[in-house]
């Protein structure tokens, strides 16, 4: 590598570093926001974790895709999930800040970083389609475990990854776990005369427990992607 393209590598991890400003909807364990840059270190630390587990998994590309998938947040920031329905064309919003801040590295590096993140959005590969999962998982774990404001809506994690938890088995087992956690958070919320939807929900699944919201007066959370 010659120093131009060091000097262009250097320029893109400085960029890059705007991830660590970049807030999301889930708070930490001390009420802090949490950045783009901690829920991507956090959901690299969760696939380590489970990497027995994802046999016949090229497990080096997966903790890649892990890495970039939110890349392109540095540019414009994170749209929350409850908010993604207003925003139709969010991926190809996305896809054009990451090209951007790619912009900075050498053509190999650049295409490289971009068809890892194709793959994400596509889900066109097993180790993508784990992310996804993954992602889903590392956020309910987050909304649970952080210290959020006291109107926070513990239904929405209810709802949230159904369809990229069934990329596992695991992960199933994992969601049976969270939505307990997630029940516990209802209970002690201010929101907690709501519990019942809560509970039912986990027996139930997604589809019913969306005229559960509305027999409750809860808003209609919708599965997100």
Same mark, same amino acid.
């Given at each position: ?28 364990? $001390? ?107 590392? $956020? ?86």
């Amino acid at each position: 590598m010659n120093t131009e393209e060091l000097s262009a590598c250097l320029t893109f991890i400085r960029e890059a570093e705007r991830l660590k400003n970049v807030h999301r909807s889930a708070y930490t364990s $001390t009420g802090k926001q949490e950045s783009t840059a901690e829920h991507t270190w956090r959901l690299c630390l969760l696939s380590m974790v489970f990497e027995s587990e994802f046999a016949g998994i090229d497990f080096g590309k997966l903790l890649k895709i892990c890495v970039v998938h939110d890349l392109g947040e540095a540019i414009s920031g994170d749209i929350p999930a409850v908010e993604q329905v207003n925003v139709p064309n969010k991926s190809a919003l996305e896809r054009a800040d990451l090209v951007t801040l790619l912009s900075h590295l050498p053509e190999p590096i650049h295409a490289q970083f971009l068809a890892l993140w194709d793959e994400y959005e596509n889900a066109s590969s097993p180790e993508a389609r784990l992310v996804k999962g993954l992602d889903k998982i590392a $956020t309910i774990i987050q909304h649970n475990h952080g210290q959020n404001p006291p109107d926070f809506d513990y239904s929405f994690n209810l709802a949230y990854g159904q369809k990229q938890m069934a990329a596992h088995p695991l992960f199933e087992q994992i969601r049976t776990m969270i939505d307990a956690d997630t029940a516990r958070r209802h209970r002690e919320s201010p929101r907690s005369g709501e519990q019942d939807a809560c509970d039912r929900h986990r027996k139930l699944g997604a589809p019913r427990a969306l005229s559960l919201f509305h027999a409750h007066g809860l808003p209609a959370v919708q599965p997100l992607l």
